[in-house]
C-alpha cells in the first residue's frame, strides 16, 4: 500500500523553527523527486519546495527562499522541510508530493503521482 505520511506540524510562534517530514512507503524512494506544497487559510494550494531523487537539484517558491530548506535521506525514505524564522503567513497546511520525473516538473503541481494527506502548521504573530 502506498502511502506518504507528514509530520512535524505544530503552532510555533513567528520567528521559531520547524522541521516536516514526510516517508514513504509501498514505492521505491529514489524513484521519485519529492515536493512541498502548501494551502493557507482561504487561500490555493502552491508549491514550496522540491527536489530531485539524489538531491542534486533543489527548487524553492521565492518568498521560502533563505528560510526553508528541502532535503532527502534515501535510506529512510524520507524527504524534511526545515522551515527557519517562520512568519504568520507560513501557516498552511502542508502537503508532501511524490513524481516520477525531474524535480522542476513539480513545480507546477499538475501531474503529481501521490499526495500526502498533509500536517498544519500555525505560526501566531
Known amino acids: 500500500q502506498v502511502q506518504l505520511v507528514e509530520s512535524g506540524g505544530r503552532l510555533v510562534q513567528a520567528g521559531e523553527s520547524l522541521r516536516l517530514s514526510c516517508t514513504m512507503s509501498g514505492l521505491t524512494f529514489t524513484s521519485y523527486s519529492m515536493g512541498w506544497f502548501r494551502q493557507g487559510p482561504g487561500k490555493e494550494r502552491e508549491f514550496v519546495a522540491a527536489?530531485?531523487?539524489?538531491?542534486?537539484?533543489?527548487y524553492y517558491l521565492p518568498s521560502v527562499k533563505g528560510r526553508f530548506t528541502i532535503s532527502r535521506d534515501n535510506s529512510k525514505n524520507t524527504v524534511y522541510l526545515q522551515m527557519n524564522s517562520l512568519k504568520p503567513e507560513d501557516t498552511a497546511v502542508y502537503y508532501c508530493?511524490?513524481?516520477?520525473?525531474?524535480?522542476?516538473?513539480?513545480?507546477?503541481?499538475?501531474?503529481?503521482?501521490?499526495w500526502g494527506k498533509g500536517t498544519l502548521v500555525t505560526v501566531s504573530s
Open positions: 508530493a511524490a513524481k516520477t520525473a525531474q524535480a522542476a516538473t513539480i513545480i507546477a503541481g499538475s501531474n503529481i503521482d501521490y
Open positions: 527536489i530531485s531523487w539524489n538531491g542534486g537539484d533543489i
